[in-house]
């Protein structure tokens, strides 16, 4: 801990050390903006734009979570089928980083050490990651309506024992092979919440066969089909419910990251001014123990010489030994006040495991003066409440739910149509005819006939065009349960889970009537206290001084002059408390406003996550 000491003597003596000046190259996070150190330097008065932290969620808050789908197909391809295991970094814990730590304490005001923190803080860091992620599933919600494309090329052989003498010529096996070459195309449209399939399938057959009049044979087959919801599941911008409900979702993680944003700046500036009123009890302290110790000197030389009895010094030498334990007292609040600060603000741009410390470079300000009414600050906090923003946006969210749930309790009624063709072309044989009739060919001089579906793959395709070849059908299909409980069970939660989304809205606006109407009483009550310990702290002065004079002259006891300077340090204790706790009480409005941020030109809004990709569009 001799870092400290150095530190404490520093701020003590007014000179800093030479290997305590700010030397590297610092930055307020990955900014690359420096900040000045404990020495000389002074806290700028103007902060740069890129040192204001982004704290809205912007379109690309999630590419750098995303992957290529194409261009990283090699890379997932190897590390399947890598033997080695993933190792987190937080579990390479060495112990020499542990022993680490940032010497520097940097002299910051509260807006700067807000900025960093927000950059910085880890527990901050991993609740603005929810709506990235809740971003993720709009994208997953219109996923649904992304044409899904297959293939499948395969080849098939078989070969089978005869079954009959006049299946194969010559042959005891009935050979047979065939290649597909199958594609097919789905979508679901974002108007109807139908979906749209064609199929094209090709095959190849080639047997041995004696009946086989077309060998090789190609049988191409294109055919469409409609599968369309007529009751539930359908309706006006129904296929997109999910989308809608997605967005929702995302937009009251944006709410809640602001409310979180919120309360972190509220404790960022308690943390700043806990430190402030730490450095001041204990300079009161210091104040405290340096007068009595005098008055020990003073009174052990007044015995030596006989003017003052031995009790004045035992008492002087009891308050003394009262005033070293508050010291130390003190101090350990002050190095707690700052270490809290420090973890919060997590100032570390040397990537130790012990930040830098913060110095706050701002005294608490009692001139400044809020002039909002009850009236209006009631206003803003129902216009600007992140809290409040989230649980209306939680209303809607539960509205559309009922809409969803009142739709599935209407009957399902689906109408799918189809309709293919089909075509064949090969290599066409003379096969006999055993019966009566026309003929078109010999074989062995007996007449035969031959199909007209000679010609190559080409001819097929060609003949699907003229569709002398084809099918179609058309299902209409009804299903309901008789009593439809399921559905009306399903109906009646969403109705209540929204009349409970809006009582809740109710009641934390109640509790936020109540927060806003403290704080202001609060507020007035800390700038009347200021005035008032103020005074007190004045009058405890002159009393102490006049009181020291008596006592020089021997008018006064030991036990007197201790009672006033005793006095003295509550009045000086409780004027700290109420310049802090004015300032805490600031915060405190702002933060039941909702304005907290603005207060700070932190630009927080909601942004909108509607996007639409080409697919859903139609």
């Known amino acids: 801990m001799i870092w400290s000491v150095w530190l404490l003597l520093a701020l003590v ?54 992957q290529n789908p194409v261009l990283s197909l090699p890379e997932v391809f190897a590390r399947q089928w890598s033997l080695t295991h993933e190792i987190p970094p937080e579990s390479l814990i060495s112990e020499r980083y542990l022993r680490t730590q940032d010497n520097l304490a940097r002299k910051l005001t509260l807006k700067e050490a807000i900025y ?3 950059r910085n803080n880890p527990g901050l860091i991993a609740v603005q990651l929810d709506p990235i992620a809740a971003e993720e599933s709009v994208k997953l919600a219109n996923a649904a309506f992304d044409p899904d494309l297959t293939s499948q090329l395969d080849v098939t052989k078989s070969v089978v024992p005869v079954s009959s003498p006049f299946q194969v010529v010559n042959s005891e096996a009935f050979t047979q092979k065939m290649y597909d070459w199958n594609f097919a195309i789905n979508k679901v449209s974002a108007y109807t919440n139908g979906t749209l399939g064609i199929t094209f399938d090709n095959n190849r057959t080639l047997s041995n066969s004696t009946f086989s009049s077309v060998n090789p044979v190609y049988t191409p087959l294109l055919e469409a089909s409609i599968a369309q919801p007529l009751l539930r599941n359908f309706g006006w911008k129904f296929a997109t419910l999910n989308v809608t409900l997605a967005e929702s979702a995302q937009r009251s993680a944006q709410w ?52 003052l009895a031995p009790i004045d010094l035992q008492e002087a030498q009891s308050a003394a030994a009262t005033a070293e334990a508050n010291v130390y007292a003190a101090e350990a609040a002050l190095k707690t006040a700052r270490a809290q600060l420090r973890q919060d603000v997590m100032l570390n741009p040397a990537g130790t495991f012990v930040p830098e410390d913060v110095e706050p470079a701002e005294a608490p300000n009692p001139n400044f003066v809020i002039n909002d009414t009850e009236e209006t600050a009631l206003e803003k906090m129902v216009e600007y409440s992140p809290a409040l923003g989230g649980l209306r946006e939680a209303i809607r969210t539960a509205l559309l739910q009922v809409k969803y749930a009142e739709n599935q309790t209407l009957p399902e009624l689906n109408l799918g149509t189809q309709f293919g063709v089909t075509a064949v072309a090969g290599t066409s044989h003379c096969i006999a005819n055993f019966r009566p009739g026309p003929s078109n060919c010999t074989i062995a001089e007996q007449p035969g006939i031959k199909l007209p579906f000679g010609g190559i793959y080409g001819d097929a395709l060609n003949r699907l065009l003229d569709a002398r070849f084809y099918n179609y059908a058309a299902v209409l299909s009804f299903e309901m349960p008789l009593d439809n409980a399921a559905a009306k069970a399903a109906l009646a939660q969403a109705r209540i ?97 909702g304005t907290l941020m603005n207060v700070f030109n932190i630009n927080f809004q909601v942004q909108n996550p509607h996007v639409e990709p080409w697919y859903t569009k139609f």
Do not use: C
């Not at 944003?261 to 009161?284: K, S």
């Open 116 to 118: 960093i923190a927000i």
């Open 13 to 66: 003596i007014g000179t800093p050390s030479a290997w305590a000046q700010y030397r590297s190259s610092s930055q307020y996070g990955t900014s690359g903006i420096q900040a000045p150190s404990l020495s000389n330097q002074t806290a700028p008065t103007v902060l740069p734009p890129a040192l204001r932290p982004q704290v809205n969620i912007s379109a690309q808050a999630t590419s750098r979570f995303e």
């Open 497 to 593: 889970a929204y009349e409970q989304a809006r009582m809740q809205y109710r009641e934390a606006l109640s509790q936020a009537v109540v927060q806003v109407e403290s704080a202001i009483a609060n507020l007035h009550a800390f700038e009347k206290q200021v005035e008032a310990t103020r005074n007190a702290t004045y009058y405890a002065e002159q009393s102490l001084h006049d009181e020291e004079l008596e006592f020089r002259v021997g008018m006064a006891t030991t036990h007197d002059l201790l009672q006033y300077q005793a006095e003295l340090v509550t009045a000086q204790g409780n004027e700290v408390q109420a310049d802090v706790g004015l300032e805490n009480a600031r915060l405190a409005l702002w933060h039941a406003e």
């Open 256 to 307: 809640n990251y602001g409310a979180s944003l919120n309360d972190f700046i509220q404790r960022i500036g308690n943390d700043y001014w806990a430190v402030v009123q730490a450095q001041e009890n204990l300079r009161v302290a210091e104040a405290a123990l340096k007068f009595n110790n005098d008055l020990v000197r003073v009174n052990r030389v007044s015995l030596q010489v006989g003017t």
